[in-house]
Nanobody, 118 residues
Framework: QVQLVESGGGLVQPGGSLRLSCAAS????????MAWDRQAIGKERESVAN????????TYIDSVKGRFAISRDNHRDMMYLQMNNLKPEDTGVYYC???????????WGQGTQVTVSS
């Protein structure tokens, strides 16, 4: 069964940084586009950043452009989200996401909490 395990969340002050990690297993990681989604309390889940299977292409929602960077290591089956200059509105649960590909469905990890507060 597909496994996606997030780590690296926590409490950080505004302006601080965090690096989220996602350890993937039980599927061919290098074949799938991946993403980080987040969900704040009372809000819909949104896709924060996406990365192509080989890591050549990335996209971001406007609110995080210039502050967040998504990356992946296909040799280690790992994905990362470097988050800088964090703001209170970045608070939420961040999910590692396997996007659908070649008939295989999307899959979400359990999530890691990020709280930006002074």
């Amino acid at each position: 069964q597909v496994q996606l395990v997030e780590s690296g969340g926590g409490l950080v002050q505004p302006g601080g940084s965090l690096r989220l990690s996602c350890a993937a297993s039980k599927f061919t990681f290098s074949s799938f586009p991946m993403a980080w989604d987040r969900q704040a309390i009372g809000k819909e889940r949104e896709s924060v950043a996406n990365i192509s299977s080989e890591g050549a292409y990335t996209t971001y929602i406007d609110s995080v452009k210039g502050r967040f960077a998504i990356s992946r290591d296909n040799h280690r089956d790992m994905m990362y989200l470097q988050m800088n200059n964090l703001k209170p509105e970045d608070t939420g649960v961040y999910y590692c996401v396997r996007r659908p590909y070649s008939g295989a469905p999307a899959y979400w990890g359990q999530g890691t909490q990020v709280t930006v507060s002074s």
